[in-house]
């Protein structure tokens, strides 16, 4: 998949935001959580790579939906409104 530099920075910064499920990156460009994972590999120092892994598994209930609790209904969080090319806005 051939995405801009624009597109690239959007999804890591939804990679890390803790309440941002997997799906919801698929949902807006298309990738699956592999794919995610692989892009966070390449763009990423190998150093910031690690943490964000080892952040993402340990906060695995709020980056997939099938794990979330009902209570959370949304795939973003109050302040990403401001944030343009957001496709669910």
Known sequence: MNLSERSIDRIIE???????????IEYQFGLPEKEVI???RTELK???FKRWRR??????????RALRSDDVQRFKCSRQRSISQNKIT
């Open 55 to 64: 952040r993402a598994q340990q906060r695995g209930r709020l980056k997939h």
């Open 46 to 48: 190998e150093k910031s």
């Open 38 to 40: 692989q892009l966070m």
């Open 14 to 24: 939804m990679a890390w935001e803790d309440r941002t499920p997997f799906e919801a």
